[in-house]
């Protein structure tokens, strides 16, 4: 275990949401080895509860909390709550997201709300109500979990897509205003990981008929989402604006960036077709 990581990591608070399964239990779990205060946030409070209990004898510091981060009330409740105890952040991990695939001509509007409301508005709403006294204090970081489809547009993605361009997209306008503070920004954009994203997202049109297919075959590459959590936090030391995680992701990004026109035409044949959720 690092040293300098358990230094920088040592008293910090962080609040984590998401954090039931997946990346964000995958995260708090690395946090606590370096103890790190734990905020857990999650719309299941069962799932919640479990990451507690896998913290129960790793001396780790946390506390438990249920929450809708869509609901711009709810989230005002639960920062009112944070605040009467820890008066600003170290540390923010905007982690709930939801999966949605399809066509745009399958997909229901209802849906894109859905999407919207949860992968986007859920960072709006944490960065709203918690940056605030991060400026106060001086100091923190903001982690947004992003996407390869954050800069990978594939088709069968469009609101997901669009939900998580939005993310990257705010992500670094806010890293620019939050640098004058000593505040950091980051987005992460995972690719393909293990988790329970694919099996429980809404899906339509033929992504939706091939939506097993899809999530076994996430299970099958079984990238698991504890290399994200260790890419958070390398991206929280070394204050990264932008950590692609995955193989894939890596090459989305310097292929996006250097060679737009292979990926035209990845979608054009079938290539990607299978990293497609």
Known sequence: MSTSRRRFFAGKIALIT???????RATALELAKYETHLILCDLNAG?????????QGKHASFET???DVSDWD??????????KSHPALDIL???????LGGDFLSTPV?????VIGINLMGVVHGCKLFAPAMVLQGRGHIVNLA???GYYAAPDMTAYSASKHAVMGMSESLR????????????????IINTNIVATGRMHGATGAAQEKIAALYRRRNYGPELVADAIIGAIENNRAVTPVSPEAWLMYGAKRFTPGLLDWANSSSLLKRLRP
């Not at 799932?47 to 913290?55: D, P, R, S």
């Not at 991990?93 to 999966?99: D, L, R």
């Not at 209802?110 to 859905?114: G, L």
Request: negative net charge.
């Open 18 to 24: 998401g954090a039931g399964s997946g990346i964000g």
């Open 65 to 67: 909390h249920t929450v």
């Open 147 to 149: 996407s390869a489809a």
């Open 176 to 191: 620019a205003e939050m640098s004058v503070h000593g505040i950091g920004v980051s987005a992460i954009c995972p690719g």
């Open 93 to 99: 991990v905007n982690n709930a997201g939801v999966g």
């Open 47 to 55: 799932a919640v509860q479990q990451t507690a209990e896998l913290l």
């Open 110 to 114: 209802a849906d894109w709300q859905w």
């Open 74 to 83: 709810d989230m005002q409740a639960l920062a009112a709550k944070i605040h």
